[in-house]
């Protein structure tokens, strides 16, 4: 197992945007594509957001396209999610992980491995 570790989640409001980090030595240098998934309240959990690991094919939920961009810096064993124009609906709890991607269909590659995830609240 990698630690996984999230951050950058905060209460905002709707409209607004945040940025979330995670640091995840050895998932991001080791050739796994990664990505991003949330659990919203009374759901399960989804992926939202999938990066290759060369950074070159990056794949979006509907939920989140055209909103939030994916993006990694692998020299810093970094991961990124730049979230815009947020809504109530992506209120969550926010992950990241290594993923598998089929266009939308975003799935996690190592299910077992999970950091604690970061919140984020948007209120109107």
């Known amino acids: 197992r990698v630690k996984l570790v999230e951050s950058g989640g905060a209460s905002v409001q709707a409209g607004g945007s945040l940025r979330l980090s995670c640091g995840a030595p050895g998932l991001t240098s080791d050739g796994y594509a990664m990505g991003w998934f949330r659990q919203r309240p009374g759901k399960e959990r989804e992926g939202i957001a999938c990066?290759?690991?060369?950074?070159?094919?990056?794949y979006y939920g509907d939920s989140v396209k055209g909103r939030f961009t994916i993006s990694r810096d692998t020299a810093e064993n970094s991961l990124y999610l730049q979230m815009n124009s947020l809504q109530n609906e992506d209120t969550a709890m926010y992950y990241c992980?290594?993923?598998?991607?089929?266009?939308?269909?975003?799935?996690?590659?190592?299910?077992?491995?999970w950091g604690q995830g970061t919140q984020v609240t948007v209120s109107e």
């Open positions: 990066l290759s690991w060369s950074g070159e094919r990056a």
């Open positions: 992980a290594a993923c598998s991607a089929l266009a939308s269909h975003i799935i996690p590659a190592l299910p077992d491995n």
